[in-house]
């Protein structure tokens, strides 16, 4: 149980253009969705978590214009990186939790990763 | 400033060797530490710690949490090539992870 999904899982695109990733929670309800980014050899950095129904919470330095959280409902959240440039390149990853509040929502189940890389 | 840090950064060792990875952290607000395994892409989850002492096991795997001194440390014991993956650590409530652990097993 429990399983992530992310789509696609591989993207190439040209610079300026937007790119709309897909994460979703395949045999559970995720009230709670968190989008990560990392770069090689570096530990996860988070850069949003977004509660189903209610606008996502962004991290300090990420721009929320650039990258456009949705989470539409129970088992979908969506990641648009608007206007995408080469220093948007990097492995992008999803992960989802349980619940709304206490300690069931601290397990988060990974998706598998997005990699862009952006020309 | 929450910061959570794992050493050491990489360790290579042999099969058979037993190895134990840290994680010290320093964060206002405390919910439970997380200890995942990430081969080549997502973490996938090991243990999830709430109380200072009480070991969680799994397998050849172990980890203790000590809130006093702020730190955790993750047991693998008889080390395999399948444990060669990075492994982070993380805190809540705040979602806080490490720097991570290379351990790397030979054969």
């Known amino acids: 149980g429990a399983v992530v999904s992310q789509h696609p899982s591989r993207v190439i695109c040209k610079s300026g253009t937007s790119v709309k990733i897909e994460c979703r929670s395949l045999?559970?309800?995720?009230?709670?969705m968190f989008w990560y980014r990392q770069f090689p050899k570096q530990s996860l950095m988070l850069m949003a978590t977004?509660?189903?129904?209610?606008?996502?919470?962004?991290e300090q330095g990420v721009e929320k214009d650039k990258f456009l959280i949705n989470h539409a409902s129970l088992t979908l959240s969506t990641l648009t990186v608007t206007s995408a440039h080469p220093e948007d390149s990097s492995f992008y990853i999803c992960?989802?939790?349980f619940g709304r509040g206490g300690l069931s929502t601290d397990t988060q189940y990974f998706g598998p990763g997005t990699r862009l890389t952006v020309l | 400033e929450d910061k959570v840090v794992q050493s050491p950064l990489s360790l290579v060792v042999h099969e058979g060797d037993t190895v134990t990875l840290n994680c010290s952290y320093e964060v206002t607000n405390f919910r439970s530490l997380l200890w995942y395994k990430q081969e080549k892409k997502a973490p996938t989850f090991l243990f999830m710690l709430?109380?200072?002492?009480i070991e969680k096991k799994s397998g050849r795997l172990s980890s203790i949490l000590d809130k006093k001194e702020l730190f955790s440390i993750l047991n693998i014991t008889a080390t395999q090539t399948g444990d060669s993956a990075i492994y982070l650590c993380?805190?809540?409530?705040?979602?806080?992870f490490g720097t991570g652990t290379r351990l790397k097993v030979l054969a």
């Open positions: 045999d559970f309800q995720a009230t709670t």
């Open positions: 709430t109380s200072s002492g």
């Open positions: 977004s509660n189903e129904g209610s606008k996502a919470t962004y």
């Open positions: 993380a805190l809540t409530y705040k979602y806080i």
């Open positions: 992960s989802a939790a």
